[in-house]
């Protein structure tokens, strides 16, 4: 017999960590595994680093219209990091999600808790790095930023991981595979859930259940 599937609302997630912890090259791979998950592009003040593109990696736009669009209500949520203003477009992740995708939102712990009051049925998961002398090494590493931009970064990493309580998941990126395994547990955990299936195979299951003739 045929199945039947429904289109089933996807499921927000938010994932944040301190910067340095791997969170974006996590994210990219589970992405890029996963057809049914998108990543929600945020806008941006600050300048593209080397090899960004915009569109893809952020929306870059001037602050004045950063600041038009919060008082337009454009925004699901927003804040102002190492001074520059970070934001995420209302618009785009309800049509995702209505489309039966999953989002994810690469966002601060800041940003995290206007989702999470917005949207409380959106997952979060945390990512820490495995010490901070990892933290560092990541972060010089990249050679994007001044050693004073680095040191102002590890300060507020402690922060920032402070907040890791507040979220449903946590995850040590010590091993890259490891920790993407882990990350893919999760999605396909809760993509098993009741709803979602009852949706995907309602075909089958009204099959399955049918009082005989």
């Given at each position: 017999m045929r199945e039947t599937t429904l289109l089933c609302k996807g499921t927000l997630y938010i994932v944040s960590a301190p910067s340095g912890a791997g969170k974006t090259?996590?994210?990219?791979?589970?992405?890029?595994n996963n057809p049914e998950v998108v990543l929600s592009v945020s806008h941006t003040t600050r300048t593209p680093r080397p090899g960004e593109v915009n569109g893809q990696h952020?929306?870059?736009c001037d602050a004045q219209t950063f600041l038009t669009m919060i008082e337009?209500?454009?925004f699901l949520e927003h804040a102002r990091v190492f001074d520059h203003f970070y934001g995420t477009s209302l618009a785009a992740v309800e049509t995702f999600l209505e489309r039966g995708l999953d989002v994810i939102?690469?966002?601060?712990?800041?940003?995290?808790?206007?989702?999470r009051r917005a949207l409380p049925d959106a997952q979060s998961i945390f990512i820490l790095p495995p010490s901070r002398q990892t933290l560092q090494a990541r972060l010089q590493g990249r050679g994007q930023d001044d050693p004073a931009v680095i040191a102002r970064r590890?300060?507020?990493?402690?922060?920032e991981m402070r907040q890791y309580t507040a979220?449903?998941?946590?995850?040590?990126?010590d091993d890259f595979a490891q920790a993407l395994a882990q990350l893919q547990t999760i999605f396909t955990a809760n993509r098993l859930r009741l709803l979602p299936q009852r949706q995907k195979y309602k075909g089958l299951l009204d099959a399955l259940l049918a009082d005989d003739a």
């Open positions: 090259s996590l994210v990219t791979a589970l992405v890029e952020y929306h870059f337009d209500g454009a939102l690469e966002i601060d712990w800041q940003g995290a808790a206007q989702v590890l300060s507020e990493a402690v922060k979220f449903d998941y946590l995850v040590v990126n």
